[in-house]
């Protein structure tokens, strides 16, 4: 029997061209079996197509035929977010070029727990993690200098932020967080064992900075005090300048928890919405949001870069002292992580690749869908919009349904694979969400999804 080939080496680049040319088959035959945003059928039929693909999943003899068989079942079955009426979530459509140099990080395989399994992706993760702790930061003097490193995400990211607070302030510190803010972070907290977090009611979608004097002059501290840019449900973005404010007077630390608000960054139009982001002594960031690459691509940013000596963690096999003062950098302090892949290859062909032009123009994009989505809504006699758009999310319902009629429109949608709609609830209703990070999707898109929706609204 012949040995299965590698993905690097000499041979891999030939390896790996065949198959990489099958894949590429499958996802296509895939995506036209599919033939919409995601599979027909709901969950009992898509998981038994699923289970006739796989069949023996360990045979006694192996199946050249697996990766394309299973590649065409994986893309057939998938909710596709570059289908413009897959609009539900913060799951973006990556762009090719990153998803590309992603494919030359699996083949490579570099691993960022030692220099000397990742010697030229540990310069450029240093590279990408500083220039976009310079775009959050922009304003800083020289000391202290910003830094930021790569999670799997804002989740990851928030429970960073979380530890560096408990190891800045205490093991006391007490989380105060808007009811709009990420689920997320009070599980963080709990994870910590930190104090039970202390919720600011936010009846209007955002943080009210007066709320928040309130809730840090009742509780005693320390606090960090977390805001967002870019609420999950409604895309809304704290008063972030007046929260810094009250958190300056309280000498309460702040986190920024911008996992969707933080590519507005790369936009001219839009960026001036995040003002205030830079007095946060920690920022959450998602590159797989508002960013466009392929999951995972979370950073956490850190307005003073000795807040990361918190994470430094000592193992001889990876960085013994005599190694590191010879010169070899200590990568195991930048992750609660051991074995961690590069996801700054992607980022740094994305940015160079579109440039902040290009970048901006894509975030323009998707905040004008919102726009065009809201109006159409508007001008609908039979539909209802919550409210004009911050970012690139329009909540709406039709007019007079009551909750239940909601929830089953979405999931009629879902089950006959004809959009990916979300859900959330505010002011006391349920509302069908929709998360436009697709910029080549059209206006006709738009108008189909108002009446996909129309059509499976009872009369
Ligand atoms: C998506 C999101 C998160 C969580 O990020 P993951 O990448 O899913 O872990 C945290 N905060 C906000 C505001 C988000 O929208």
């Not at 930021?148 to 607070?165: D, F, H, I, R, Y």
């Not at 840019?229 to 702040?254: N, S």
Request: negative net charge; charged residues 20%; glycine residues 8%.
């Amino acid at each position: 029997m012949s040995m299965p080939p590698l993905a690097s080496g000499p041979q891999g680049p030939d390896a790996l061209r065949p198959l990489l040319a099958a894949v590429l088959d499958a996802l296509d035959t895939g995506a036209r079996t599919r033939g919409g945003p995601l599979p027909a059928g709901g969950p009992h039929a898509v998981a038994a197509r699923m289970r006739d693909a796989v069949g023996d999943l360990l045979p006694e003899h192996g199946d050249p035929g697996a990766l394309p068989a299973l590649v065409h079942a994986l893309a057939e079955g998938a909710a596709d977010p570059a289908d413009p009426l897959c609009a539900a979530h913060l799951h973006c459509p990556p762009l090719a070029v990153a998803t590309a140099a992603d494919l030359a990080v699996l083949a490579l395989n570099p691993s960022l727990d030692s220099w000397d399994q990742a010697p030229a992706a540990s310069e450029l993760e240093a590279l990408v993690t500083r220039q976009l702790a310079k775009e959050v930061y922009p304003d800083t003097p020289p000391t202290p200098t910003p830094d930021a490193v790569m999670t799997t995400g804002g989740t990851e990211s928030n429970q960073l932020a979380l530890l560096l607070a408990r190891e800045t302030l205490g093991p006391t510190v007490r989380l105060v967080r808007g009811a709009n803010a990420h689920h997320s972070l009070p599980r963080a907290a709990w994870l910590l064992g930190l104090p039970d977090p202390v919720t600011v009611p936010a009846p209007t979608g955002t943080l009210d900075p007066t709320a928040l004097h309130n809730a840090l002059t009742t509780h005693p501290g320390p606090h960090l005090v977390t805001a967002t840019a870019g609420t999950t449900d409604a895309g809304l973005i704290d008063p972030l300048p007046d929260i810094a404010a009250v958190c300056r007077t309280h000498r309460a630390r702040l986190h920024i928890d911008a996992a969707y608000g933080a590519g507005l960054l790369f936009s001219d139009r839009h960026r001036h919405r995040l003002t205030g982001l830079s007095a946060a002594d920690t920022v959450t960031l998602d590159l797989h949001k508002l960013g466009w690459q392929p999951i995972a691509a979370g950073l956490l940013a850190v307005r003073d870069h000795h807040d990361l000596t918190a994470l430094h963690h000592h193992a001889d096999y990876l960085n013994a002292d005599d190694d590191t003062e010879a010169g070899l950098p200590d990568l195991l302090g930048r992750s609660l992580r051991t074995t961690r892949r590069p996801d700054t290859l992607k980022i740094a062909v994305t940015l160079k690749t579109l440039g902040r032009t290009g970048l901006g123009a894509l975030v323009d994009q998707v905040c004008a869908h919102a726009h065009h989505l809201a109006d159409l809504i508007t001008a609908h006699p039979r539909l209802e919009l919550h409210a004009p758009p911050t970012i690139s999310t329009v909540l709406f319902r039709p007019t007079g349904a009551t909750d239940t009629t909601v929830a089953e429109i979405r999931r009629r949608l879902l089950t006959d694979g004809h959009a990916v709609l979300g859900r959330a609830h505010l002011h006391g209703r349920l509302w069908l969400k929709t998360t436009l990070l697709n910029p080549h999707t059209r206006p006709d898109d738009l108008a189909a999804l108002l009446k996909l929706v129309e059509g499976n609204t009872p009369t």
